[in-house]
């Protein structure tokens, strides 16, 4: 089907001004981008009258967490609504692929706050190439709503060789790992991420990350780490990261890359400071950030890494031995534990969002303190209750950011959009609904931090070229017809703390792939994403196949 976008107000992606263009759709590919008024009804099947709204590239979400959602929530509304047409998923060292059947069962309980475990769900892959090629089914129970790549997650990759225990690797669980992300990266893997305050990525040293650094920069990939503070150290935490690129020459990308906690109020300057001096010297660096104060994590997390050591079961006996979970106390309250980024965790800042046992569903909404003056108890106690009850499942909004960080940082030459959107519990972060519409509608418009055209190319074009796609990003030409028509007066987010689950004002038409998964402001049901995979050429693209191409 030929669709002809007329009239519209195009904003391509590379950061050029605005111009006024007739774009055509042929199928899954944009076949004309030509002034407006050269093509006419008859050269299309469909005609939009685009005008007064924009034409941009369909936005890129860096920081995604929709493994599992994509297959469970098939319509995908969060991210089709506001925009997005491309997801990277793998995000922080905790992903589904590649697994055994025991790292399996970890991960899923150990990240059920962010991606839920349904019980009845087929888990039929264990690489990565078969997680690829079930995003990938051509039949219409397997299409995805939105494109999407992978991040080979280190935490899981330690985990299937050494287990979820603290520890340095031997010398062949060393190369073990190393073969393993290897293989990752061949089966269409972009990169490597890591959760480097989560377990079992956070045990890693800076030479265990090296050796598989060394691996993904050989092939063309790149490294985004959630490193091991955004509190106290957060400098150092950074330094690090950019220390491990410069020496093992892989790209470095950093995810959410924000300066929360009391101890960085004003402080993004000298973050930025430090990006600026390495890249001068050549290292290759680019960062996402989402558009709120607060972060989303699991409540779990605030933990310290020695008390998660081993998983699940190990955790939960730990919070049941009165000495140990004594230890745990005073390393929350009075040290600071490096689950919490090293800063001693603030009760009133730590809001429950969603809740794997129906029996706790009445405290989603309050705050750890909120709970602690209803029940008469200790902040403590019911932060260890409600973990031993949900079974490290719950999760939570954790209110620490500072505005002028989040615009600092928005601003860099470097900077890319990523939602770090969770899409389950009850009251979800409301960054998985509004993140695109938010930067458009708030901060570029509303307060003019950086121009319409300067902010696509944020969303769209730089990411595309971090994660070296083949086709997409641009409205070009030749291109993946992944695009947005939205009205640039009224687009707006509308999803709030209090009612998160609300769709983007403003958005008019997202195709992905040349098929209209909004038509009009309304979804169609229709899912024509593909899974992206890294080939032999260095470049990303999609293929019919997880072997054809590659290496």
Not at 219 to 235: E, M, Q, T
Request: net charge negative.
């Amino acid at each position: 089907m030929k669709t002809l976008i007329s009239n519209a107000i195009l904003v391509d992606g590379t950061g050029a001004g605005r111009r006024t263009a007739d774009v055509l759709l042929d199928g899954p590919v944009i076949a004309a981008v030509v002034d407006a008024g050269s093509l006419t009804a008859a050269d299309a099947d469909r005609v939009i009258d685009a005008t007064g709204l924009v034409l941009s590239p369909g936005f890129i979400d860096m920081h995604a967490h929709s493994d599992l959602q994509l297959l469970v929530n098939r319509d995908h509304y969060a991210k089709l609504s506001q925009g997005v047409t491309t997801e990277l998923l793998g995000q922080d060292g905790l992903s589904y692929a590649p697994v055994d059947d025991a790292t399996l069962a970890g991960v899923r309980e150990k990240i059920a706050g962010w991606n839920d475990n349904p019980a009845d769900f087929d888990w039929n892959w264990r690489t990565v190439a078969e997680y690829l090629d079930r995003l990938d089914t051509a039949d219409e129970a397997g299409r995805i709503a939105t494109n999407a790549a992978y991040l080979v997650p280190q935490g899981t990759v330690r985990a299937m060789v050494m287990g979820f225990a603290e520890g340095d690797p031997t010398p062949e669980q060393q190369q073990q790992m190393q073969d393993v992300v290897r293989t990752a990266m061949e089966e269409g893997a972009v990169g490597m991420s890591s959760g480097l305050t989560y377990t079992p990525g956070m045990y890693a040293q800076t030479e265990e990350l090296a050796g598989l650094c060394r691996v993904v920069g050989e092939l063309g990939g790149f490294y985004a780490p959630h490193h091991r503070s955004y509190g106290k150290g957060a400098l150092g935490a950074y330094a690090e990261m950019i220390g491990l690129s410069r020496d093992t020459r892989c790209a470095l990308h950093l995810s959410h890359a924000t300066m929360n906690f009391a101890e960085n109020k004003g402080r993004a300057g000298e973050l930025l400071d430090l990006i600026d001096e390495a890249l001068e010297q050549g290292v290759d660096i680019t960062l996402d950030t989402y558009p709120y104060l607060p972060g989303a994590t699991t409540l779990s997390a605030i933990l310290p890494s020695w008390a998660s050591s081993g998983g699940t079961e190990a955790t939960l006996a730990r919070l049941a031995d009165p000495e140990t979970r004594a230890r745990i106390r005073e390393a929350v309250e009075i040290y600071g534990s490096d689950g919490c980024h090293g800063v001693v965790a603030e009760w009133d800042t730590l809001e429950i969002s969603g809740v794997q046992n129906p029996a706790l569903a009445g405290y989603v909404g309050q705050t750890i303190k909120d709970i602690a003056a209803e029940t008469g108890e200790e902040p403590f106690d019911v932060f260890a209750q409600i973990l031993t009850e949900d079974r490290l499942g719950t999760g939570i909004l954790q209110h620490v950011g500072h505005e002028e960080n989040v615009q600092a940082i928005m601003k860099h030459r470097t900077h890319t959009g990523g939602s770090d959107g969770l899409l389950v519990g009850a009251k979800p972060h409301p960054r998985a609904w509004g993140t695109f519409p938010r930067y458009l509608g708030h901060y570029s418009r509303d307060l003019g931090l950086l121009s319409l055209e300067e902010m696509v190319h944020h969303l769209s074009g730089r990411p595309a070229a971090r994660l070296k796609l083949h086709n997409r990003g641009l409205v070009r030409e030749g291109f993946a017809a992944d695009v947005v028509l939205f009205d640039p007066e009224t687009i707006r987010d509308t999803a709030t703390f209090e009612n998160p689950r609300q769709a983007a004002g403003g958005i008019r038409f997202v195709f992905v792939n040349g098929t209209a998964a909004i038509d009009g402001g309304q979804p169609t049901g229709a899912r024509a994403g593909r899974a992206l995979r890294r080939h032999s050429d260095g470049l990303t693209r999609e293929t019919g196949s997880n072997r054809e191409g590659q290496q």
